[in-house]
């Protein structure tokens, strides 16, 4: 049985071109000023590495399959064509640079009707959680933003995955569930894995309908109202049935 849903913010919930555009933009020239790169050949190559151009995303952009972590191995990519290095330590300065132009930059869109999907979930008895490459203040804001921060029990960041799997402990205390009763759903990959490697029903959000589904999902979505549809949660509906009639 299903007793908590947990959404990808950055990728499930939120606009990610209209969230990261702008700061992908910044963090670019950033990063050429911070390694002192003066061609301008390289500020683009590193533009397109991050597959975000022109207001559009493509399908295989490293944000998509594998979030912020993906986009540093990309660009680590570009400059090491170039022979330059790109030290952990600076990826590391650099998603933190990112996290602040999101945070000045970036416009936090909903994808969808959110209420009506969080509404419809609470009516069902599941809790919702969102987990976040972020920190938890960013995660509110964004949460505040988007006018859903009512309906969301509980956040997990980066820093809840341990080992390329969520950290157990952390989970349960936050979420108050185990993990083969959570729905996971987002686009990354790498981020399904861990959460399909824990138990959890792993869901592929692919809004582009690309016709891709990962070794990692359980299961693919094309909008978030197709989760109201899934047989996991139909079976919620009997179980909740069941109880109620059990109780009369």
């Known amino acids: 049985m299903i ?9 499930t919930l939120i606009d990610t071109v209209s969230y990261y555009g702008l700061p992908l933009h910044y963090t670019a020239e950033y ?16 533009k397109d590495a991050s597959g975000i151009r022109n207001g559009c995303m493509k399908a295989d952009s490293p944000l998509a399959v594998n ?19 790109f030290s952990s330590e600076e990826q590391k300065n650099t998603i933190f640079f990112l996290h602040q132009a999101c ?12 209420m009506l999907v969080m509404n419809r979930l609470k009516h069902r008895g599941i809790t919702v959680g969102t987990f976040s490459e ?8 964004c949460l505040d933003l988007l006018g859903i921060s009512h309906a969301v029990s509980y956040g997990l960041t980066i820093s809840s995955l341990h080992d390329e799997s969520f950290h157990e402990a952390d989970f349960m205390e ?14 990354n990959h790498a981020v399904l894995k861990a959460a399909r490697v824990c138990g959890m029903h792993a869901v592929y959000f692919d809004e582009r309908r690309t016709g891709i589904r990962p070794a990692e999902a359980d299961t693919v979505i094309y909008d978030l109202r197709d989760l109201l549809r899934l047989s996991l949660l139909k079976d919620n509906d009997a179980e909740r049935e069941k109880a109620l009639r059990l109780q009369g």
């Not at 007793?3 to 990728?11: G, M, Q």
């Not at 979030?67 to 290095?85: H, Y």
């Not at 972020?134 to 804001?141: F, K, N, P």
């Open 67 to 85: 979030g912020e972590k993906g986009l540093m191995q990309a660009w680590a990519e570009v400059l090491a064509g170039t022979g330059i290095s």
């Open 3 to 11: 007793r908590t849903v947990l959404f990808h913010l950055e990728d």
């Open 174 to 187: 936050r979420s108050g569930c185990h993990y083969d009763e959570t729905l996971f759903v987002s686009q």
């Open 31 to 46: 990063l050429m000023r911070a390694k002192r790169i003066s061609d301008p050949r390289i500020l683009e190559d590193l």
């Open 134 to 141: 972020d920190d938890l203040e960013t995660m509110r804001r």
């Open 103 to 114: 945070i000045r930059f970036g416009t936090v869109m909903p994808k969808g009707n959110l």
